[in-house]
């Protein structure tokens, strides 16, 4: 933290962190290669890098003398986890001993990097005080995961919860809404029911694809999507199908107990409950939505737009 007065800021948070101690430990994201994002880039962190332990630590010092009555903390950016696990305890048991009150810390995590961590540094996190692991799930079918090159698989995906929830940490999936597009979003939505029938996550936290072109960044970068959508190899979703992937999923979570979320602006249709008591009601309410006139659909739809 050597000339800043105060923490590192993140890239991206979950906006469900908005009101956390946020904590700095990698910079972008090390993967970096999903047609559907490029985000980090875009605004302005397009290479990956590992911050410096101490730096990190003095962060958290930062906090415990400016800003004491946090009581929720995340850690970011894109895979935090990545780094060894002993530098990862380090940083989680710090935020612990010397900010005893948190009630949870938090963290991104890509399934690979806890498919490799495996079930043994798991439970070194859990022991630390991890909470949670915010997982991009993304889609629970294999052909929509290859073309966006995620760097998972379904398998992967489920191995890699087994070792985080027998830990003990809680998990918390993201879902991209239109990741399969207009031709393939039954398979989308349906391998992504499996995994979460197979899994049964805390959390499962819906998003919708963000487009973003030149004029929405700041290094005038697009979408890696945008390219595919312009010679043809994708055919985006449409808001109205959107809505339909969100009846899908839900019609077809039968063996899980999550919490679904939509918490995001760029939702077309807000929706939450926990599965199984509130299915029916949930899907009650896309119904009635879905049953309005179609003027005042599509006026729901352009309000909403398109924004990360």
Not at 221 to 233: D, F, H
Not at 272 to 280: I, K, L, N, S, Y
Request: net charge neutral; aromatic share 8%; glycine share 8%.
């Amino acid at each position: 933290m050597t000339g800043r007065d105060r923490p590192e800021p993140l890239t991206i948070r979950p906006p469900s962190e908005w009101r956390s101690l946020l904590l700095r430990s990698t910079r972008g994201c090390n993967w970096n290669h999903c047609r559907f994002c490029g985000v980090y880039a875009a605004l302005g962190e397009p290479e990956f890098s590992v911050r410096p332990l101490e730096d990190v630590l003095a962060d958290i010092d930062w906090y415990v003398s400016n800003m004491p009555g946090l009581e929720t903390a995340f850690i970011g950016d894109a895979d935090p986890l990545v780094r060894p696990v002993d530098e990862s305890v380090a940083i989680i048991s710090g935020l612990r001993e010397k900010l005893p009150h948190l009630a949870r810390i938090t963290a991104y995590a890509r399934a690979a990097t806890l498919f490799k961590i495996g079930e043994a540094g798991a439970r070194r996190l859990a022991a630390a005080g991890l909470t949670r692991v915010h997982i991009g799930l993304e889609s629970g079918d294999l052909q929509t995961l290859r073309f966006h090159r995620k760097g998972q698989s379904p398998k992967l995906v489920e191995q890699a919860v087994t070792f985080v929830k027998s830990a003990g940490v809680e998990v918390s999936y993201y879902v991209l809404l239109g990741l399969g597009g207009r031709d393939r979003w039954k398979e989308h939505i349906d391998g992504t029911v499996q995994v979460i029938n197979r899994t049964d996550p805390q959390f499962i936290r819906l998003r919708r694809i963000w487009l973003f072109t030149p004029d929405d960044s700041e290094t005038f970068a697009a979408c890696p999507l945008v390219e595919e959508i312009r010679t043809g190899r994708f055919v985006p979703q449409t808001p109205e199908g959107t809505v339909h992937e969100v009846r899908r999923l839900i019609d077809g979570v039968t063996d899980a107990r999550s919490e679904l979320i939509s918490d995001h602006a760029n939702n077309y249709i807000n929706v939450h409950g926990t599965f199984p008591q509130d299915r029916v009601r949930m899907l009650s309410e896309i119904d009635t939505f879905l049953a309005l006139p179609q003027k005042r659909r599509e006026a729901q739809y352009a309000a909403v737009g398109s924004r990360i």
